[in-house]
C-alpha cells in the first residue's frame, strides 16, 4: 500500500525536480546528492563488518531487540545493552541463546554512570584490538508518555529526559574515546516527533528536540575527526514495539490523574481527561507493525561509505507533515494539522 512505503525509499524519480532546459540542473543535481535513496550508497562488505563491533542499547524488546539480531547477522560483533539483563528479562534470555561470540548481552541502564561505565570496560576488555576502537554506538532506549503540559508532572519530564537524552548524551560521552580510535559511527534514534512537536506529547519531544541538537553539534564536531553522526526519525511503529501498551497508557492515565493539582481537575474536568486519554489508547493501535525500514536506516548508518544526515523512516502521511511543520511558516501548519 502506498501509505505504507517509507519515504526514504522512494524512487530517486518521484521527489526529483523537473530539469526543464537545464534550468534545475542544479537542483537535481542536489536532489540526487541528498534524496538518494539507500540502496544506491555504497555499503560496506559483509567481511568488513566482521571486523566491526557496534554498542546498540535498549534491546530488551523493540527496535533494539530486532537490531542486535539483524547486525549480528550482518557480521558485525554485537553488544546489545539490556535494562533488565541483571532480572534476567525475556529479551535479553532470547539474545544469549543465539549463543554466538559475537552477540553479547550487556546490562546497562543509560541513567546510571555506573553501569554506563562497567559496559565500556566490557565492551573494551572484549575488543580483539581495543587500539582500533569500537565500530559505532546506537543510542536506542527510550521511554515515553504523554499528557497535556498542565497533566504532566516535573518528575515526569525530569524521569523521561534521564533516559531520552541524558542517556543518549551520558553513553555518547563513555564511548567516543573509541569510536574516535576507529573514525567509528554515531547512530541516535530520535523520532518524528524530535522534528516537530504535537500536542500532548511536550515530555518526549522535549527530549528528542534534544537529541537532534545533541547529534548536530556533535558532527559538527566530530567531522574533523572521522566520525559521522546520524539521526534516525522514526515515524509511527507504535503497534510493532513495546513504547505504548493499554496497560502502560492506563497505568500513566491512574497515576496522572491521581497527582493533578485540584485546580487543573476542576478546570479541564475528568470528561476532557478521560477523552484524551482515550485517543491515546486508539494511537496506541496505530502505525506500522513493519520495522524494517528502521532496521535498514540504522545498517545503512553503520555501513554506507557516506551516511545519511537524517533518515526518515515514516509512511507519506507523517513525511508530509513533517515537511509541512518544519518548513512552513507556523501560521499554516498550524491551521492544517493542530487547530
Ligand atoms: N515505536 C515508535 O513508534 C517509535 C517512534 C519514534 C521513535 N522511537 C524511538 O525508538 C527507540 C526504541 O523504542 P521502541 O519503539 O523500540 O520501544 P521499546 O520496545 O519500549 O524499546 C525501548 C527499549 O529501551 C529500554 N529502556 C528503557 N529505559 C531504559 C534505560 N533507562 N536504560 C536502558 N534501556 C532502557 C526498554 O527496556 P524495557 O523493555 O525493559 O522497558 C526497551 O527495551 C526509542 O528511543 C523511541 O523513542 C520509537
Not at 36 to 62: H, I, W
Not at 70 to 81: C, D, E, Q, R
Not at 272 to 282: G, L, Q, S, V, W
Not at 294 to 323: C, E, K
Request: hydrophobic share 40%; net charge positive.
Amino acid at each position: 500500500m502506498l501509505a505504507a512505503r517509507t519515504c526514504c525509499h522512494l524512487p530517486v524519480r518521484t521527489l526529483q525536480l523537473k530539469d526543464h532546459a537545464g534550468h534545475f540542473r542544479i537542483l537535481k543535481t542536489l536532489s540526487a546528492t541528498f534524496i538518494t535513496p539507500s540502496f544506491r550508497r555504497p555499503y560496506a562488505s559483509e567481511a568488513e563488518q566482521g571486523n566491526k563491533a557496534v554498542l546498540v542499547t535498549g534491546c530488551d524488546s523493540g527496535f533494539g531487540f530486532t537490531l542486535a539480531k539483524h547486525l549480528h547477522s550482518k557480521g558485525f560483533t554485537v553488544f546489545a545493552g539490556c535494562l533488565f539483563k541483571d532480572k534476567g528479562d525475556a529479551g535479553a534470555k532470547e539474545l544469549d541463546s543465539v549463543k554466538s561470540d559475537k552477540l553479547k548481552t550487556v546490562q546497562l541502564n543509560v541513567v546510571k554512570q555506573e553501569e554506563v561505565d562497567r559496559a565500556v570496560e566490557i565492551i573494551r576488555e572484549n575488543l580483539k584490538d581495543p587500539e582500533k576502537g569500537l565500530w559505532g554506538v546506537v543510542n536506542n532506549a527510550g521511554i515515553s508518555t504523554f499528557g497535556e503540559v498542565e497533566f504532566t508532572s516535573m518528575d515526569t519530564y525530569k524521569e523521561v529526559a534521564e533516559v531520552n537524552l541524558w542517556g543518549t548524551v551520558r553513553v555518547t560521552k563513555a564511548c567516543l574515546p573509541l569510536i574516535r580510535r576507529a573514525k567509528g559511527r554515531v547512530v541516535n534514534i530520535s523520532s518524528m516527533l524530535g522534528r516537530m512537536a504535537n500536542p500532548a506529547r511536550s515530555p518526549y519531544c522535549i527530549t528528542k528536540f534534544g537529541v537532534e541538537a545533541f547529534s548536530d553539534c556533535l558532527r559538527y564536531e566530530m567531522h574533523s575527526l572521522g566520525v559521522k553522526v546520524s539521526v534516525v526519525e522514526p515515524g509511527n511503529f507504535i503497534a510493532a514495539t513495546s513504547l505504548y501498551s493499554p496497560e502502560k497508557i492506563k497505568a500513566i492515565a491512574d497515576k496522572m490523574w491521581a497527582e493533578l493539582p485540584e485546580v487543573v481537575k476542576e478546570d479541564y474536568g475528568r470528561k476532557y481527561f478521560d477523552e484524551k486519554i482515550a485517543r491515546m489508547h486508539t494511537y496506541c493501535n496505530s502505525g506500522s507493525t513493519d520495522t524494517s525500514p528502521v532496521i535498514n536506516d540504522v545498517t545503512h548508518a553503520l555501513t554506507a561509505a557516506t551516511p545519511h544526515t537524517r533518515y526518515h523512516p515514516m509512511d507519506y502521511y507523517w513525511w508530509l507533515r513533517m515537511q509541512i511543520m518544519t518548513h512552513m511558516p507556523g501560521a499554516i501548519s498550524d491551521k492544517i494539522y493542530i487547530h
